[in-house]
């Protein structure tokens, strides 16, 4: 069983909603990541947090509004997005620092239409 | 920047060995990670290597040479559940963990 909890696990929205997801881990990790992942393709990194703070914005548009209220937490606030934001978002969550692997949730499966 | 590359498809029948390449071009390197990710799930951490050498779990070893920039995952003993989609990943310093473009295994019985 994944520590890494994400819901929900499927999501359908309009381009003109907002909507969140949430991502909760229970491995005491200082790190937490968001990731994309189209069909056939390799997890691609849009942020990441350390300590409670953004260290990474690999220029992901603004209507991806991450949000980490604790060590445990991390949210992401969509708004405005479009058909091809559709893709599997993936949270994960490592102890931080040098030489250590991430372990990812179980993902939400994302749709605009 | 960082770079990796995989072969895209790997075959091969039960009981079989397989062993799936890892090449990387990265800016500051600190290890190699490998996942799983079966169609419609999402990627399972499997092995990491810091050091030079072989890490062995269970059925699963992986493989590390820091100079030659080179990986390699050897899936023992293959089975049906084993057909699955197989990342390198890249641990740089900034705590960034990038990911190969993947090779899809696929198990034949």
């Known amino acids: 069983d994944t520590e890494v909890t994400q819901t929900p696990k499927h999501l359908v929205m309009g381009m003109t909603n907002k909507k969140s997801l949430k991502c909760e881990q229970h491995?005491?990790?200082?790190?937490m990541y968001w990731y994309k992942q189209k069909a056939k393709k390799p997890p691609e990194l849009m942020f990441v947090?350390?300590?409670?703070?953004?260290?990474i914005n690999e220029s992901v548009p603004s209507r991806f509004s991450p949000e980490c209220p604790n060590s445990s937490l991390l949210n992401l606030h969509l708004h405005a997005l479009q058909p091809e934001d559709s893709a599997l978002y993936l949270c994960?969550?490592?102890?931080?620092?040098?030489?250590?692997?991430?372990?990812f949730g179980e993902g939400s499966w994302l749709t605009v239409v | 920047g960082q770079s990796l590359e995989q072969p895209s498809e790997v075959t091969a029948v039960e009981g079989a060995i397989v062993q799936i390449n890892c090449t990387y071009q990265?800016?500051?390197?600190?290890?190699l990670s490998w996942y799983q990710q079966h169609d419609g799930g999402a990627p399972t951490f499997l092995s990491y290597?810091?050091?030079?050498g072989l890490e062995e779990t269970g059925r699963f070893s992986s493989f590390l040479s820091r100079s030659d920039s080179y990986g390699y995952l050897l899936l023992q003993e293959l089975q049906m559940k084993d057909s699955a989609s197989y990342f390198c990943?890249?641990?740089?310093?900034?705590?960034?963990?990038?990911f190969g473009p993947g090779t899809r295994l696929s198990v034949l019985p």
């Open positions: 491995m005491g990790h200082r790190a």
């Open positions: 990943a890249v641990t740089d310093y900034g705590q960034n963990f990038v």
């Open positions: 290597n810091a050091l030079d």
């Open positions: 990265t800016s500051g390197f600190y290890g």
């Open positions: 947090y350390s300590y409670e703070k953004l260290s």
């Open positions: 994960a969550s490592s102890q931080g620092g040098s030489g250590n692997t991430i372990y």
